[in-house]
């Protein structure tokens, strides 16, 4: 599902609720299914993949053609996580030029995880970085204040013209707060699952820490993210 520019009343109503419970039969044994609902935001400067990202991710295509998104597109993806977890992703794909306008905290509320996107062809996409993650941690955080699990993605590895250099990525990871880095081409499927789940684990588990009270926290990889979970005012290579 992709909604464009819809109005922020309606998109919020989809992001109210946070999971369901219900039961499933496995060989005769019964088992709660628990089902996470995640908000995660992808960011980054204009023209650097992040819509063939996540289009990528969700219908497993890539489109050479740009078509320049406006204001925020959105798609769901289901995760079975594991035998008793399954995990809806809500991406909210965030336009490149969303960086020049200060109307997008609300596109911040709710978010428990982001992917900070730039281009190694273009060093000033890399650059600018620092201006997303900033802007993340000051639009959204969690209870505890920390930063919200962040990954940065340096995409279009494929390509010849690289001007960003690995090592430079890794001490700017490091020294700006992402739980990781990786290199990733959506062209040629690179990374893009690989770089999800490790988002998602980053997140339930900040979840698990946050939650330590869970009657069964010990048998589970986490549990459903608090409906105030962050909305208050947070390498491998290719
Ligand atoms: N070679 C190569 N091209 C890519 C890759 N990922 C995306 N592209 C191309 O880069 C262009 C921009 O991609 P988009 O996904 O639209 O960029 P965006 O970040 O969403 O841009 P905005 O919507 O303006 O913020 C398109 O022509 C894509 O086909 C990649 O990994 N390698
Ligand atoms: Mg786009």
Same mark, same amino acid.
């Given at each position: 599902?992709?909604?464009?520019?819809? *109005? %922020?009343?309606?998109? /919020?109503?989809?992001?109210?609720?946070?999971?369901?419970?219900?039961?499933?039969?496995?060989?005769?044994?019964?088992? $709660?299914? $628990?089902?996470?609902?995640?908000?995660?935001?992808? &960011?980054?400067?204009?023209? #650097?993949?992040? @819509?063939? !990202? &996540?289009?990528? %991710?969700?219908?497993?295509?890539?489109? +050479?053609?740009?078509?320049?998104?406006?204001? #925020?597109?959105?798609?769901? +993806?289901?995760?079975?996580?594991?035998?008793?977890?399954? #995990?809806?992703?809500?991406?909210?794909?965030?336009?490149?030029?969303?960086?020049?306008? @200060?109307?997008?905290?609300? %596109?911040?509320?709710?978010?428990?995880?982001? #992917?900070?996107?730039?281009?190694?062809?273009?060093?000033?996409?890399?650059? @600018?970085?620092?201006?997303? +993650?900033?802007?993340?941690?000051?639009?959204?955080?969690?209870?505890?204040?920390? @930063?919200?699990?962040?990954?940065?993605?340096? /995409?279009?590895?494929?390509?010849?013209?690289? &001007?960003?250099?690995?090592?430079?990525?890794?001490? !700017?990871?490091?020294? /700006?707060?992402?739980?990781?880095?990786?290199?990733?081409?959506?062209?040629?499927? +690179? /990374?893009?699952?690989?770089?999800?789940?490790?988002? &998602?684990?980053?997140?339930?588990?900040?979840?698990?820490?946050?939650?330590?009270?869970?009657?069964?926290?010990?048998?589970?990889?986490?549990?459903?993210?608090? *409906?105030?979970?962050?909305?208050?005012?947070?390498?491998?290579?290719?």
């Amino acid at each position: 599902m992709t909604c464009s520019q819809l *109005p %922020y009343r309606q998109q /919020n109503c989809s992001f109210d609720s946070h999971g369901q419970h219900g039961s499933g039969s496995y060989g005769g044994h019964r088992k $709660t299914m $628990t089902e996470h609902l995640l908000k995660i935001l992808i &960011v980054g400067d204009g023209n #650097v993949g992040k @819509s063939s !990202f &996540v289009h990528r %991710y969700v219908s497993g295509q890539f489109n +050479k053609t740009y078509k320049m998104t406006v204001g #925020v597109d959105f798609s769901v +993806k289901l995760l079975h996580w594991s035998e008793t977890e399954k #995990v809806r992703l809500q991406l909210w794909d965030i336009a490149g030029q969303e960086r020049f306008i @200060s109307m997008n905290r609300i %596109y911040y509320k709710g978010a428990v995880g982001c #992917v900070v996107m730039f281009d190694v062809t273009n060093s000033s996409s890399f650059l @600018s970085c620092r201006h997303w +993650k900033q802007d993340l941690d000051n639009k959204a955080m969690l209870p505890s204040g920390d @930063s919200i699990p962040c990954i940065l993605l340096a /995409n279009k590895c494929d390509l010849a013209q690289r &001007v960003v250099s690995a090592d430079s990525i890794k001490e !700017f990871s490091k020294a /700006n707060g992402f739980k990781t880095w990786m290199e990733t081409s959506v062209k040629e499927n +690179k /990374n893009i699952g690989e770089a999800m789940r490790r988002l &998602v684990q980053e997140i339930l588990s900040v979840k698990s820490r946050m939650d330590p009270l869970q009657p069964d926290h010990e048998n589970r990889t986490s549990t459903e993210l608090d *409906p105030e979970f962050n909305s208050s005012p947070g390498p491998s290579c290719c």
